[in-house]
């Protein structure tokens, strides 16, 4: 028999999460903190998927860092635009794409992606150490399985 649990909400008090017993849907329960950890130690899930970590990585990915460093990067990021490209229109359409944006939403994520990889690395290679652990923050929470490192 294959058992996996998948935990939907936690609070302080309980962790509400759903059982699936060879691949169906057996159940959803709501257990106090101490029961849960009791719960999964007795029956030995194979497989433990925390859907509240999904919530979160949403909400990061969405929220603007400091204004630091999100000056960091929209500064870095026009500065390697103007190097790029040989039309001097895509370059400018670019630019002017970045340098009226504000410090709000996802505008911090949509700079870097602008970038394709090659230059997405050349960027964070610009980037002060503040601005790198709010990006990776971003990245790695965002579902991705790698981080920069300069």
Not at 25 to 42: A, D, H, P
């Amino acid at each position: 028999m294959k058992i996996s649990v998948t935990i939907i909400e936690r609070n302080p008090i309980h962790t509400t999460f759903r059982v699936f017993v060879n691949g169906g849907l057996s159940g959803k329960l709501i257990l106090r903190n101490e029961e849960y950890e009791e719960f999964i130690t007795r029956i030995k899930p194979d497989r433990i998927r925390d859907e509240t970590m999904q919530k979160r990585s949403i909400l990061i990915y969405y929220t603007p860092p400091s204004d630091e460093s999100f000056n960091d990067l929209k500064s870095n990021a026009i500065s390697l635009w103007s190097t790029l490209g040989d039309e001097e229109s895509y370059r400018r359409e670019k630019i002017d794409r970045i340098k009226n944006l504000q410090n709000v939403k996802d505008n911090f994520m949509y700079i870097f992606a602008m970038f394709d990889s090659v230059n997405q690395v050349r960027l964070v290679s610009r980037l002060k150490g503040k601005t790198l652990d709010d990006l990776n923050e971003r990245l790695v929470d965002g579902g991705n399985n790698f981080t920069f490192e300069v």
